[in-house]
């Protein structure tokens, strides 16, 4: 791998692409980097913190949006873990165009083609399609086509889960576990995504208690904003007559006369 004809063929690649900002740019320098320290192996395991702090991202929803976008248009391929104990993955694509590379990208594209052939047995005497005795190179074709077929069932489950994580927030009600990965992904709490889930499925998931729900996930992030500033206010304290009184607790005095007349 060479990462300056990579490099070199990313800005080529982006030169025309107008969908690109500098926010891209730099969280794709910062992949790059660890895609460096992992020697150009695919996929590297990634943290949300450690990237936002390499690429000078300060939000969490400018990171996400980032990254979807970068799979999007083609320039990885991001698998998302959900669990905060657990990084998630990436695949970066090569754009190393050197003629190196592209000698050795035909040589493949001939191997496979040689291959292919090789597999095909029409018997041209009686005019039909009949299978060969098998060789010694049947287990290798066989071997072949499952390794196929497993590479198949690969991208058609993770085409699946990207599908199914672009729709989730049109899908009313959302599925309980998905709630909670949503609120764990953003720093909170199992119990929170509970709250959330329970209060909104008890009013027949309306807005405001009469508009119908069309976004579960943006519902989600004011419920944490709300929840944020509750917590902030339910933690002060306040002072009457210099005595501090904290919320929750029974405000009564402890220097009262018991002797005295109601």
């Known amino acids: 791998m060479n990462y300056i004809f990579h490099l070199t063929g990313f800005y080529d690649k982006i030169q ?5 900002n500098p926010t891209h740019i730099s969280l794709y320098l910062a992949l790059f980097q660890f895609w460096n320290l992992n020697r150009f192996r695919n996929p590297i395991s990634i943290s949300r913190n450690e990237m936002m702090k390499l690429s000078k991202i300060s939000a ?10 970068l799979q999007e248009f083609g320039y990885i391929e991001y698998i998302p873990s ?8 990436v695949n970066l694509f090569s754009f190393d165009n050197s003629e190196e590379v592209q000698n050795l990208k035909r040589i493949k594209k001939q191997t496979t083609s040689e291959q ?26 066989l071997n072949n086509k499952q390794l196929k ?12 889960l990207l599908l199914k994580k ?10 309980i576990l998905e709630v909670e990965m949503y609120f764990l992904e953003r720093d909170s ?15 027949g998931w309306l807005v405001g208690g009469k508009s119908k729900m069309r976004n579960w996930e943006a519902a989600a992030r004011n419920w944490l904003l709300n929840s944020k500033k509750f917590n902030n206010n339910s933690n002060s ?3 009457v007559i210099g005595v501090e009184l904290k919320p929750n607790h029974l405000n009564a005095t402890t220097n009262k006369s018991y002797k005295d007349e109601l």
């Open 16 to 20: 025309e692409d107008h969908r690109l």
């Open 82 to 89: 959900f669990n905060p104990y657990k990084g998630s993955l």
């Open 189 to 203: 709490t199992k119990l929170e995504a509970e709250r959330f889930f329970n209060h909104y499925e008890s009013n």
């Open 60 to 69: 969490f929803g400018t990171y996400h949006k980032c990254i979807k976008e």
């Open 149 to 160: 077929d497993n590479e198949h069932s690969r991208i058609f489950d993770e085409g699946n």
């Open 116 to 141: 292919v052939a090789n597999r095909m047995h029409i018997k041209i005497d009686t005019g039909s399609e009949q299978a060969l005795i098998p060789s010694i190179n049947s287990t290798n074709s």
């Open 166 to 175: 672009k729709n989730r927030s049109i899908e009313i009600p959302p599925d």
């Open 237 to 239: 304290t306040r002072t």
